[in-house]
């Protein structure tokens, strides 16, 4: 009876960190889908402190606060589409963690790659 309670803690130990969001995914949505209106994101990150950056992608409404930012500016249509998408709400926890990482406060700069 051991032996199986043991595997299956093991198990989720090991996957649990695929679930959780990652800074290099959110600098990959980042190049993808922000960069041609933003510019660098080490600039677009910097913009902003961390509470911030928390509060407009928070991860119970799935980023809807900086969606709503888009959806609700004009000058932002070409981006509407994607804000208003499940790819968007997929890619907003890593994106998150990628502003956060790299945020104004953060002390954090990122790496030339």
């Known amino acids: ?8 803690l093991v198990l ?3 996957c649990l960190p ?14 993808k889908k922000c960069r041609k209106c933003h510019g660098g994101g080490q600039k677009m990150a910097a913009s902003k402190r961390m509470k911030d ?7 119970k409404n799935k980023g ?3 969606s ?13 589409k994607y804000f208003d998408s499940k ?10 963690d990628f502003m956060v990482e790299y945020a104004d406060d953060s002390g954090n700069v990122p790496a030339c790659n």
């Open 53 to 59: 950056w928390n509060k407009l992608l928070n991860k």
């Open 68 to 80: 709503e930012l888009h959806l609700g500016d004009e000058k932002a249509k070409a981006s509407w």
């Open 12 to 14: 989720s130990l090991c």
């Open 87 to 96: 790819a968007y709400r997929k890619s907003a926890k890593h994106l998150r």
């Open 18 to 31: 695929a679930l959780e969001a990652a800074v290099y995914k959110g600098q990959k949505a980042y190049v």
């Open 1 to 8: 009876m051991k032996f199986p309670f043991a595997l299956v």
């Open 64 to 66: 809807s606060g900086l």
